[in-house]
């Protein structure tokens, strides 16, 4: 169980370290937007585009800022998954005994970390549905299968 956990955390601590560097690259092509944006020689259709373009970077930022507190949640939901069973595993009969009473628990956070990352897959799926730019998310992220 230790080691499936461990996957589990460096698989969204990976999805984390990413979703930051998108954050960054994003907030620094929308302020270099606005500054084009200001621009008088931009024509009308150029900041048209511009708009449209500043409008779709910051949904994108809105969905990785979403992204970000999930994977938090989901990380934090995990440490306190792998606190709490090594905890039972201990031979200290005071320790388990508030360990067994508390694997409801126990069960609880485990609910709570399968809700976030169903939360998480939806939010990535939704992420680039408005263009065909390629994403990491889309691979991770398994299709509905319908028959």
Do not use: C
């Not at 779709?56 to 990785?64: A, G, I, L, N, Y």
């Not at 709570?112 to 992420?127: P, S, V």
Request: glycine residues 2%.
């Amino acid at each position: 169980m230790d080691d499936k956990l461990q996957a589990k955390k460096t698989y969204y601590q990976q999805f984390l370290d990413y979703t930051e560097q998108q954050i960054l690259e994003l907030s620094a092509s929308i302020a270099d937007q606005q500054k084009l944006l200001v621009k008088p020689e931009n024509n009308e259709f150029e900041q048209k585009i511009l708009v449209k373009k500043l409008a779709s970077d910051k949904r994108k930022m809105q969905s990785f800022l979403n992204g970000e507190g999930l994977l938090r949640s989901i990380l934090q939901q995990l440490d306190i998954i792998h606190t709490t069973i090594a905890n039972q595993d201990q031979n200290n009969s005071l320790w388990n005994r508030f360990f067994r009473s508390s694997s409801n628990e126990l069960a609880n956070h485990q609910k709570l970390l399968h809700t976030y990352e169903l939360l998480f897959e939806e939010i990535m799926k939704g992420l680039y549905s408005d263009t065909q730019k390629a994403s990491p998310y889309k691979k991770l992220v398994p299709k509905a299968k319908y028959r």
